[in-house]
Every structure is written in structure tokens, then in C-alpha cells.
């Protein structure tokens, strides 16, 4: 036996994305006394700067926007109580199809196997149990968080650990929710061109083959404010737009699907660690 806690690790894109999708497990899971491990692969550069300018406008500084976002981040980080931070601090690669792709140090141009190598390094020191990240399409496609699953999932196989492994992903169900809630708070919202449309209609899964489903309820207004610590990116969290007392009604319940397990837990399950404690 060891004293060792149980601990999960999730690895995340940029500043903000660890409230998004898993603010609610994080907050959760470290109040239940679970050791919490935050990966954050880039710098968040190619964020919005200072009064919303936008990456490639006039003013819009990278440097000055990745010292903000650590910030932001570092504050995130306090609201949902994780124990530990680690920064790998590549250059943010924006979105699919921008120029900041392919510069110099980004993490979209970095070798898989080195970023693997380095993430290895926090496995073996952690040691997680549980392990979340993005899936192959980094849930919707996001060049960060693709290289994330693929830096991810190749750590795992030079470790030779076995931590539960999970993707984050949404039923197909609550993604036509969250639709219907966009078109409530954001009347003029065009309606998408059908390759768009399609696309968003491939985003998450079926809700039969979604694995897990954790309550985290009573932790939405730290998921919440979370989120709100991301200031500077305000413009592009629509959540944060609802208000807190809808923001919990809507965002009570983070999902996932597991991927690699060898507790021989049931499924579908609500609890991450299941069959490890």
C-alpha cells in the first residue's frame, strides 16, 4: 500500500481551456481530497490583448498577452483549488488555417515526440491515476488541441503507466441545447452555411456512447468564476454571458468518454475514479 494520493492529471491546450471542459472535475475531485494536476501546452499568445484587440490587429502584442493570460491562468487555477500548474509554454498556433501555425516554437510545428517526451517527464513524476484530455479532433478541431491528444497518448506509451484515460467530449444532445441557448442570448447570430452546420452536428457524440457522465452541480459557481478569471477573453466565452444561476441549470454535468481503463469498472459511470477507490 501507499500513501500516495490519488491524483488526476488533465492536459489542456491554452489559459481557460481547463475551466471549459473540466472546471467542474477539477473543483470536484479536489475537494474530495484528490491531488490535481493541471497541463497547460501553451501561452495563449495568439488571445485576445487588452480592450479585445485581436491577434494580427494594431496593438495587439503577444508578449503582453501571454504575461495576462498566465495571470488569468494562475487565478483559474486558485478559484478551482488545483494543487499543481505546470506550463509547457509553447507558442499558442491560433486556429486551423492561420499563419501562426507553422512560426517558429509553435506547439502545432513541434515534434510530437518531444512534446511526449517532456509530458512524459510530469507523468512519472505525478504519477496520475486518471488522466483527460482532448480526442483525435481535439473536440472540434482546434490545431492545440489536436497536438494536446497527440502529445498526450504518446506520453502515456513511453511512461508505461495506466491511469484511466479519458477524452472530453459533449452528447449530442446538450450540443443541440447549447445551440438553442446561443440563439436565445445572441438573436443576431447568422444562421450557419450547411458545411459549418455539418460540422457542428459531428462535434461530441451520440448520448449512448458517451461513457461518463460526472455531477459537478455544486460546483458550478467555482466552474463559473473560473471561467470569469479568463477576462481578457471575455468575447469569446459565451458561457459567461448567461449569468451564474443559468450557467449552473446548464453546465452541471461534465462529460467523457473512457478510453483506456484496467479497473474493469462498469459503464456508463459518474465518477472519474471509479474502481480506484
Not at 24 to 47: F, H, K, N, S
Not at 163 to 178: D, E, G, I, L, N
Not at 205 to 210: A, N, S, Y
Request: glycine share 10%; net charge negative.
Amino acid at each position: 500500500m501507499t500513501d500516495r494520493p490519488l491524483t488526476l492529471m488533465a492536459v489542456h491546450a491554452h489559459p481557460d481551456d481547463e475551466a471549459t471542459s473540466t472546471g467542474g472535475v477539477l473543483a470536484r475531485y479536489a475537494a474530495e481530497g484528490i491531488r490535481t494536476v493541471l497541463v497547460t501546452c501553451t501561452d495563449g499568445g495568439c488571445g485576445d490583448g487588452p480592450g479585445g484587440v485581436k491577434p494580427g490587429d494594431p496593438g495587439h502584442d503577444p508578449a503582453a498577452v501571454v504575461s495576462m493570460r498566465r495571470a488569468e491562468l494562475e487565478a483559474s487555477c486558485g478559484v478551482l483549488k488545483i494543487g499543481d500548474l505546470e506550463m509547457l509554454d509553447y507558442a499558442d498556433s491560433g486556429m486551423m488555417g492561420w499563419p501562426s501555425n507553422d512560426a517558429p516554437g509553435s506547439f502545432w510545428r513541434t515534434p510530437v515526440a518531444e512534446g511526449a517526451a517532456r509530458l512524459a517527464e510530469l507523468m512519472r513524476h505525478y504519477r496520475p491515476d486518471v488522466v483527460v484530455t482532448y480526442d483525435e479532433n481535439g473536440f472540434y478541431g482546434h490545431p492545440d488541441h489536436i497536438q494536446a491528444h497527440r502529445v498526450t497518448m504518446a506520453a502515456l506509451e513511453l511512461t508505461g503507466l495506466s491511469p484511466k484515460v479519458y477524452w472530453t467530449t459533449m452528447p449530442h444532445s446538450a450540443m443541440r441545447r447549447f445551440g438553442e441557448i446561443m440563439s436565445e442570448f445572441q438573436e443576431d447570430v447568422p444562421e450557419p452555411d450547411p458545411a459549418e452546420a455539418a460540422a457542428m452536428a459531428e462535434i461530441g457524440l451520440p448520448d449512448d456512447e458517451v461513457t461518463t457522465w460526472v455531477d459537478t452541480t455544486a460546483f458550478s459557481d467555482q466552474k463559473f468564476d473560473a471561467l470569469a478569471a479568463h477576462a481578457s477573453q471575455g468575447e469569446n466565452i459565451f458561457f459567461l454571458r448567461m449569468g451564474k444561476e443559468r450557467f449552473g441549470e446548464l453546465m452541471g454535468t461534465e462529460t467523457f468518454v473512457r478510453v483506456r481503463d484496467t479497473t474493469g469498472a462498469p459503464l456508463p459511470e459518474n465518477d472519474l475514479f471509479a474502481g480506484l477507490r
